[in-house]
């Protein structure tokens, strides 16, 4: 699984891509392995556009970005989930070493992007690198400014929060948009000391991992790009392709005050009727200044005279331009150009590239991607996204007792539409389709109603055989099955359908109790468990057992170990299970430690090739701090992704304390043992709820 690495733009105009491009190719000179990713395009500030102007050097990659408006519609919609789903699955065709990812660019109208970086970053388990640019600030208010940014991503002692790359050190005055310099901008040395030994890169792990300084040449477009932004009449193209503005002069005052200002790179901004200016403009041309080249307002353009005068200048490669705006309206325009890097400009993405490669950190870079890459966390949209990905391949059918519940016809009708699994309703037809009208839901083809007393009479002999050893009668195996629960268990056992999700209307031991009387245990269990897959902010954590096993033995609790390790595994989560008790380690004694310590010894040695360890108090396995003091030596403590609770009685306090408490999404319990997938819901289950576990369903009909 590849190292994730998020650049993170602190501000407006901090030079993000910029700083993009020189990571990439500092990675590429290394060596490595990387890959780029653009999970948002925003439309570019310089044309009438929706195109995100990507990198030359990335035009081959398929960055499979989501547009901006889709991100706000779907925002708007409070249906940020799905945005980061999409986002997630665009990320999983990426096979490298390393993959930068470009975050979303703030801009004044854009003020929420920092929100949706953390989002992404949090969704693709990113480390983050801020990019920020000091402007005007002081090293201390430049300090200030990062460690409010940082907040915003758990601030700058979060483990993930790596460092900062400061960009565009020394840069001259500039107004929010107006990016290019004007007039006698100047440019003195720069002196990287004070930002170099700001305290901030002293604390924690927060580190400078870039320092680059400003040039002009890095941030100077073309004319043709000013042309095309203006959407300007060009008089005569001359050098138009190649020469570059490096600064800007309106001029509107007399030709002796105009000399000074004729210098190379600069575009000169005048009325087109200012016959003075233009013939003085073309005079320096000819006399070998490179001026950038030369602007026309107000639609004015010189008469025929002139421009025959001016010929030889224009030879020269004097780019002449007219706008029909006056030159008030055209500063305006032109100091809201924003120097993208645009795809054609190869030359100065080499430029670039290269500069802020060279001043990047390359002992951090190397201590960074030298170290040893530990398994990714699996996030909760990647967590759902995968779901959502292998439900779909599996392209199953999954029953659903509880057909006449509004929650359960709008998942199954979204489980259909987005092709997650194809549902079997059991209930009334008449009311099923009244309340999806009602509801304004519609139900698509992927969505089976059947009328419960429409195929019972398939189930009486087939049930009565399966519970002969009971004594069970035709009179009792037709009452059992007006249950709807009953009625889909048997359909499950009988091929008909490939699993059942059940429990919104129904309590656990009403969805269990049939599964495990007529279903029973696949070969290889000898007990059935659950485990509920809990979605904190920044990964997944595997909880068993929270629903099933009242008070395990210790070979149960191992086999409770073994089968929630395969399930998280299964699920794309790295088992590092911890065996839960009051106790850490010998530190204490007593019935209950010592079942947890046996336990885990049986769990190790049925299944060495798993990481299992215990007895751990839940602190010791999820913190690294206290796993440090009370389990230095173990390969879990600190680390741990899947928890094994002693009994029932703690582990169902326990998810239902975090769940609540922290405000996070549980799915499932889902069943491990089963011969056949069932799988239960909680009566407060949301519709997300059954959405996913419908999907946990059918992935494990493949299994």
Sequence with gaps: MPRRIMLVPVGFGVGLTSATFGFYHKLQQLGINVGYFKPISQPSR?????????????????????????????????????????????????????????????????????????????????????????????????????????????????????????NKINSPDKDVFGL?????????????APWQAL???????????????????????????ISTYLSA??????????????????CARSVANLMSHLVPGRLIVTPGDRTDIIIATCLSALNGTKVGALLLTNGYLPNGNVMELCQQAFKTGLPVLSVPWDTWETSRHLLSFNPEIPEEDVQRQERVKQFVADNLNKDWIDKYVGDKVRGQLLSPP??????????????????????????????????????????QLLGNKDEILLIAEQQGITLPAGVLITEPESIVENYVKPLMELRAHKGLTEIVAREELKDTVVLGTMM??????????????????NTIRPALQLIK????NSLVSSVFFMLLPDQVFVYGDCAINPDPNAEQLADIAIQSAD?????????????????????????????????????????????????????????????????????VAGQATVFIFPDLNTGNTTYKAVQRSADLVSIGPMLQGMNKPVNDLSRGALVDDIIYTIALTAIQATQ
């Design 521 to 524: 245990t696949a070969p290889g």
């Design 199 to 225: 305290k901030l890169f002293h604390k924690s792990n927060f580190e400078l991992i870039g320092a680059v300084p400003w040039e002009m040449d890095l941030v100077a477009p073309r004319v043709t790009e």
């Design 382 to 423: 990647a967590f759902r996204h995968k779901l959502t990905d292998l439900a779909k391949r599996a392209n199953k059918l999954i029953v659903l007792p509880e057909g006449n519940d509004i929650r359960t016809i709008k998942a199954a009708a979204i489980c259909a539409e987005r092709n997650i699994a194809r549902c």
């Design 46 to 166: 310089n044309k009438m556009s929706n195109d995100y102007n990507s990198p030359a050097e990335f035009s081959d990659v398929d960055v499979g970005s989501i547009p901006m408006s889709y991100v706000e519609e779907k925002v708007g919609d409070d249906l940020l989930d799905v945005v980061l789903e999409e986002i997630v699955g665009n990320f999983q065709r990426y096979d490298h070493e390393v993959v930068i990812i470009e975050g979303l660019i703030q801009t004044t109208r854009q003020t929420y992007a920092a929100k949706i970086n953390q989002e992404v970053a949090s969704a693709l388990s990113a480390d983050i690198i801020f990019v920020a640019t000091p402007d005007n600030d002081t090293p201390e208010q430049f300090e200030d400014r990062i460690e409010l940014s940082a907040k915003t991503f758990g601030g700058i002692k979060n483990r993930r929060v790596k460092g900062c790359i400061i």
């Design 567 to 635: 399930s998280a595994k299964a699920f794309g989560i790295e088992p590092k299970v911890a065996m839960i008790s009051y106790s850490t380690g010998s530190s204490g004694t007593g019935q209950d430690v010592e079942k947890v310590s046996q336990a885990t010894k049986i769990a190790q040695s049925k299944r060495p090739d798993l990481l299992i360890d215990g007895p751990l108090q839940y602190d010791a396995a999820v913190m690294e701090n206290v796993a440090k003091k009370k389990a230095p030596n173990s390969k």
């Design 180 to 192: 290019l310099p004007r007039e006698d901008d100047f440019q003195g040395e720069t002196d990287l």
């Design 233 to 250: 009449h060009i008089l005569n193209d001359g050098d138009i392709e190649h020469r570059r503005i490096r600064s800007i002069s309106f």
């Design 492 to 509: 499950l056992q009988l091929g008909q359908v490939d699993g059942l999700v059940s429990g919104a209307v129904h309590t656990t031991a």
